[in-house]
């Protein structure tokens, strides 16, 4: 069996924040998530994630995941250290189990490449191998000590480095791939004798070697996959590589992204082909878009299903649903449950809310549509109101089909307009408007002839 250590014990104080780093979102998705997600792709069927002080809050984050968690009692009476912490996972550890060391806060990391370090592990009879990088900024990360023969031999610390060691250039990722039985067995030989007093996991490489067993490392073929994330300047570079990954995901499966750096994607997304996606939109959540849509700068969509042939041009979207051939914006607000049927028109300060429109229906021009059943071939004036509020409760309103409602007219509800109920403009509408009825509720006019005149305005 194969499984995943994941360490998250470390305290994360360069990220200044309330909350745990590891459940900090980059597109949308927990750091931690990345990392476990990974594992999962790459067939580790176990995953142990050790946590330390705000472990309570990351587990309630996953409750509902398949995660074992472990904790690392944290504290001055307490060792410290990489080592220490796959210890408390020890009685997960079972003999003929691969156990591949992963860290809960380095979201670049690829199963791709965890697989590959597992198959170089099992191809080469390792019991122990370490991924390793080749880097420029060396600073802070252990070294891989090579033999004459290439091999490895062992894994000194940066503060722990001789000034000739401290030039090496592979340095470890602190990825691992051990022999399950074999990991136990060199845990109860490290010691805390370095220049920090912790208990280093890298020490099991040395161990194993000294122990007559083969042990390996592996060069990674594109380090930027270690990247660790301490700070949020750590966190807006790793989101950044997430970022652009998303979006040639989607780029090479037939989406057009004008502006892909200026193009805000999270994970979850779907995108049909042919879409177009201009600068400065941002698709979050579980949203899924149609084949040749067009979204337009400044819109935000969360969370909603956008059909086909859809054009957004600068609006929000809250977990909505629109069908195809639809028109929304500039400057339109869909909120919550609002559900748009096809070759509708949703123009400019247009707010919906918790509403479904039928096809062809339009809304041009700064309405207000809140808790409605509206049917098709609608059309809303300029400047409805939907009067949904008594101040207490919410009530809903009912238009049939063919139906006109006359610009600047309120609707008070509960109302029912029915089919081709055609409403004057001007007008406050409280009671019920029958089939085919035009129905007029404003004060009549009166013209009072001469009247400026008379009053001597004008001469
Ligand atoms: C470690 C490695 C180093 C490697 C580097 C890569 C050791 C001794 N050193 O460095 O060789 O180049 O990672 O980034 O392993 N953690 C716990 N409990 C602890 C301590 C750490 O869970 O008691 C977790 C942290 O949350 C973090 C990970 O382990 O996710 C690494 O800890 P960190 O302190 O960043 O690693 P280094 O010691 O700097
Ligand atoms: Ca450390």
Redesign the pocket.
């Known amino acids: 069996m194969e499984m995943a250590i994941?360490?998250?014990?470390?305290?994360?104080s360069r990220m200044r924040s309330k909350k745990s780093?590891?459940l900090h979102k980059l597109c949308g998705k927990t750091i931690l998530s990345y990392v476990v997600d990974e594992s999962k792709a790459a067939n580790l069927e176990k995953n142990i994630v050790?946590?330390?002080h705000s472990g309570e809050e990351v587990r309630e984050h996953f409750k509902d995941e398949p995660i074992i968690f472990k904790s690392?009692p944290?504290g001055e009476d307490f060792?410290?250290?990489?080592?220490?912490?796959v210890m408390?996972a020890l009685d997960e550890i079972e003999d003929n189990s691969t156990v591949v060391i992963l860290?809960?806060?380095?979201p670049l990391i690829q199963s791709t490449t965890i697989e590959s370090l597992i198959s170089y592990h099992k191809k080469n009879k390792f019991k122990g191998t370490v991924l390793t990088a080749k880097l420029s900024d060396l600073e802070?990360?252990?070294?891989i000590v090579r033999d004459e023969g290439g091999h490895i031999s062992k894994?000194?610390?940066?503060r722990d480095a001789s000034p000739s060691e401290k030039l090496i250039d592979e340095?470890?990722?602190?990825?691992y791939c051990f022999d399950g039985r074999l990991l136990k067995d060199a845990l109860s030989k490290i010691t805390a004798d370095?220049a920090?007093n912790?208990?280093?996991?890298?020490?099991v490489i040395e161990i194993l070697k000294r122990d007559g067993h083969k042990v390996g490392a592996y060069l990674i073929e594109d380090s930027v996959e270690?990247n660790?994330i301490?700070s949020r300047v750590q966190m807006a570079f790793c989101e950044e590589v997430l970022r652009s990954r998303i979006n040639e995901y989607h780029m090479e499966n037939g989406v057009t992204l004008i502006h892909p750096s200026n193009t805000y994607i999270e994970a979850g997304v779907k995108i049909g082909r042919d879409t177009i996606i201009h600068p400065g939109v941002s698709l979050e959540g579980e949203t899924e878009i149609g084949e040749d849509c067009i979204i337009r700068s400044g819109t935000r969509i969360e969370s909603s299903k956008i059909m086909n042939s859809v054009n957004i041009d600068s609006s929000l979207i809250e977990k909505s649903f629109v069908d195809d051939g639809t028109k929304i914006g500039p400057n339109a607000h869909l909120r919550p449950n609002s559900h748009l049927g096809s070759n509708i028109n949703i123009g400019n300060f247009v707010e919906i809310k918790n509403a479904t429109l039928g096809d062809n229906s339009k809304a041009g021009h700064l309405s207000y549509v809140g808790d409605a059943d509206i049917g098709s071939n609608v059309n809303i004036g300029c400047g409805v109101v939907f009067v949904n509020y008594n101040g207490r409760e919410k009530f809903r309103t009912r238009v049939g089909d063919n139906a006109f409602i006359g610009s600047n007219s309120s609707l008070v509800a509960p109302l029912n307009v029915e089919d081709w109920g055609y409403i004057a403009a001007g007008s406050t509408i409280t009671k019920e408007v029958k089939e085919g009825e035009l129905s007029i509720a404003r004060t009549e006019q009166i013209n009072k002839e001469g009247w400026v005149e008379k009053k001597g305005y004008k001469k």
């Open positions: 994941i360490l998250a014990a470390g305290e994360g780093k590891v050790v946590v330390g690392q944290i060792p410290y250290g990489t080592g220490y912490a408390q860290y809960g806060d380095t802070g990360y252990g070294r894994i000194v610390e940066d340095v470890n990722s602190g990825i370095n920090q912790e208990y280093y996991i890298t020490d270690i660790g301490n």
